[in-house]
């Protein structure tokens, strides 16, 4: 509630973007894409971010490149890989036992688990810039996004949801 307060609308600052960002997309995206899509999305952000913070050679390969930044190297390979098993996914059979029905979910499960999505990536791409980036942002954003509890959160708290929101009953099906 004291963000709410401090807020200048006459001077906007990255914050009030970053929030305002946030809150739209998550409901745009949900409302959109439909329950079962974002649990596809969520599965490829947890794939690509294994692959990115696993791969044995990456950092290596970004300095032979000759990038001044190693994390804006590491942003882009996740976000390519992000796109690729999300596309690969999404015609894969994971979709198809995800969504047993052609319902496309309840619409508040649908923003709930955009909600997550976007909070998730957020966290990854943020903990991925460089510090000097990070410093910019306030430190309620960095406690939002980056630190230690946060990714913690960002990173098991879609999980949860998942588990404890079952897939529409065909009598639910509106």
Do not use: C
């Amino acid at each position: 509630m004291d963000f709410l307060t401090n807020i200048n609308w006459s001077q906007p600052n990255w914050d009030l973007f970053i929030i305002l960002f946030f809150v739209v997309a998550a409901f745009l995206y949900g409302l959109s894409l439909g329950r079962d899509r974002v649990i596809v999305i969520l599965v490829s952000i947890y794939m690509g971010l294994a692959i990115v913070n696993t791969a044995p050679y990456l950092n290596d390969f970004s300095a032979e490149v000759s990038f001044n930044n190693a994390s804006i190297f590491k942003v882009t390979v996740f976000l390519g890989l992000f796109i690729i098993l999300f596309f690969l996914l999404s015609r894969s059979a994971l979709l198809k036992t995800i969504a047993s029905s052609d319902s496309p979910g309840r619409w508040w499960q649908s923003i709930l688990f955009s909600f997550f999505h976007v909070g998730l990536m957020f966290s990854i791409i943020m903990s991925y810039l460089p510090k000097d980036v990070v410093n910019n942002v306030s430190a309620g954003m960095r406690n939002l996004f980056i630190s230690d509890p946060a990714k913690f959160f960002w990173l098991v708290a879609p999980i949860i949801v998942m588990v404890l929101i079952r897939k529409p009953k065909k009598s639910d099906i509106q």
